[in-house]
């Protein structure tokens, strides 16, 4: 089951990080620091962002994906 994008927008702001609006296409970036994962949301803050994409942010911006869903 995936997590409406806008709901994941504010837990990964709650935790520090930035996502910034895709300047064309559909690839939205979330920073950690200097570290930079796209995640496809192609309604824009409407998607559904699936599990596997959060996993992926989780593990390569270095933060704890049960941390993460507590926001959520």
Not at 18 to 34: A, F, L, Q
């Amino acid at each position: 089951m995936g997590v409406r994008f806008s709901s994941l927008i504010r837990a990964f702001e709650a935790l520090g990080c930035t996502v910034e609006e895709p300047s064309k296409g559909s690839h939205w970036k979330v920073r950690n620091g200097s570290i930079m994962y796209p995640i496809p949301a192609h309604n824009g803050t409407k998607s559904e962002i699936d599990n596997k994409y959060i996993r992926g942010a989780c593990r390569n911006l270095q933060i704890d994906e049960d941390e993460l869903r507590s926001h959520l």
